[in-house]
């Protein structure tokens, strides 16, 4: 279990490298939880991001779908996954708020809309308390390794490096601390569980185990990378082996050491940043 939750780190590592810097995405005015039916009891919440869209139903299982590609279609807007079967979802505004369908699997995007029902969803003055408590921390983590990505598109090392540290950030103070890196850390292991289908049960226990995960994740990074022992990561911390990895030329002195059983050791968070830069 543990494992799995450190591997969620490396989630932007599969997803950023197929995206372009920019897919049009959705419309700001769209962006933002959407829920459908009575605001005091929700029977479903639909959470727009720049370039995702994920979906928490009461009964049925969680629904995450990153936009790889967007474009429009007879006044819908139409975005794209991955996969051999790419999964798709249109939306559109609408008198309620935002209207979305999701169109067969084989019906080709030249025949879109086609017949469908839409769903309609509504804005609600503010989210239950059990659906913030439990998908809050998770979609403001999806949001801004959006940003990170986006910052992270075609810019060197350094800046890259600054980015993660800029919006994986909360307190302002420009330096991860291990509160928040315990926050990227659980926020991941959300994303990874909706991605998967998970049901509101798996999802409150995938948060309630990224929680104790996380605290203790987070230390074993703090204590790896923590160079000058302040208690906080840097953007110089994080980025120091990427920056300087062309110039370790070495030497022909001595012999190589057997390095087959060595462990991989505490790689937390280094499939997260090493996705973005592209390595």
Same mark, same amino acid.
């Given at each position: 279990?543990?494992?799995?939750?450190?591997?969620?780190?490396?989630?932007?590592?599969?997803?950023?490298?197929?995206?372009?810097?920019?897919?049009?995405?959705?419309?700001?005015?769209?962006?933002?939880?959407?829920?459908?039916?009575?605001?005091?009891?929700?029977?479903?919440?639909?959470?727009?991001?720049?370039?995702?869209?994920?979906?928490?139903?009461?009964?049925? #299982?969680?629904?995450?779908?990153?936009?790889?590609?967007?474009?429009?279609?007879?006044?819908?807007?139409?975005?794209?996954?991955?996969?051999?079967?790419?999964?798709?979802?249109?939306?559109?505004?609408? $008198?309620?708020?935002?209207?979305? $369908?999701?169109?067969? $699997?084989?019906?080709?995007?030249?025949?879109?809309?086609?017949?469908?029902?839409?769903?309609?969803?509504?804005?609600? #003055?503010?989210? #239950?308390?059990?659906?913030?408590?439990?998908?809050?921390?998770?979609?403001?983590?999806?949001?801004?390794?959006?940003?990170?990505?986006?910052?992270?598109?075609?810019?060197?090392?350094?800046?890259?490096?600054?980015?993660?540290?800029?919006?994986?950030?909360?307190?302002?103070?420009?330096?991860?601390?291990?509160?928040?890196?315990?926050?990227?850390?659980?926020?991941?292991?959300?994303?990874?569980?909706?991605?998967?289908? $998970?049901?509101?049960?798996?999802?409150?226990?995938?948060?309630?185990?990224?929680?104790?995960?996380?605290?203790?994740?987070? &230390?074993?990074?703090?204590?790896?990378?923590?160079?000058?022992?302040?208690? &906080?990561?840097?953007?110089?911390?994080?980025?120091?082996?990427?920056?300087?990895?062309?110039?370790?030329?070495?030497?022909?002195?001595?012999?190589?050491?057997?390095?087959?059983?060595?462990?991989?050791?505490?790689?937390?968070?280094?499939?997260?940043?090493?996705?973005?830069?592209?390595?």
């Amino acid at each position: 279990m543990i494992k799995r939750i450190l591997l969620a780190c490396g989630l932007a590592a599969s997803l950023s490298a197929p995206v372009a810097a920019q897919i049009g995405g959705v419309p700001e005015p769209l962006r933002g939880a959407w829920f459908a039916g009575d605001c005091a009891d929700p029977q479903a919440m639909l959470v727009m991001t720049g370039r995702a869209a994920a979906r928490i139903d009461a009964e049925a #299982p969680a629904r995450l779908l990153r936009f790889f590609a967007t474009h429009d279609i007879a006044g819908w807007t139409l975005g794209t996954g991955v996969g051999a079967e790419a999964p798709r979802l249109l939306f559109r505004p609408a $008198a309620e708020g935002l209207e979305t $369908a999701e169109p067969d $699997a084989k019906t080709r995007d030249d025949r879109l809309p086609g017949e469908l029902s839409p769903q309609v969803w509504r804005r609600c #003055p503010a989210p #239950p308390a059990l659906l913030a408590g439990t998908h809050a921390e998770g979609i403001a983590v999806l949001a801004a390794i959006e940003h990170m990505e986006a910052a992270c598109a075609g810019s060197g090392v350094a800046a890259c490096a600054a980015a993660i540290v800029q919006h994986g950030d909360v307190s302002g103070d420009r330096l991860l601390s291990a509160a928040e890196l315990a926050r990227l850390i659980r926020g991941a292991a959300w994303v990874v569980a909706a991605q998967e289908g $998970a049901t509101q049960d798996v999802l409150l226990g995938a948060v309630g185990a990224g929680a104790l995960v996380g605290v203790v994740a987070a &230390r074993v990074v703090m204590e790896s990378m923590d160079y000058d022992a302040d208690g &906080r990561l840097s953007a110089e911390e994080i980025a120091l082996d990427a920056a300087s990895f062309a110039r370790a030329t070495g030497t022909n002195a001595g012999a190589p050491l057997r390095t087959g059983n060595l462990t991989e050791g505490a790689g937390l968070l280094r499939g997260l940043v090493e996705g973005l830069m592209g390595r």
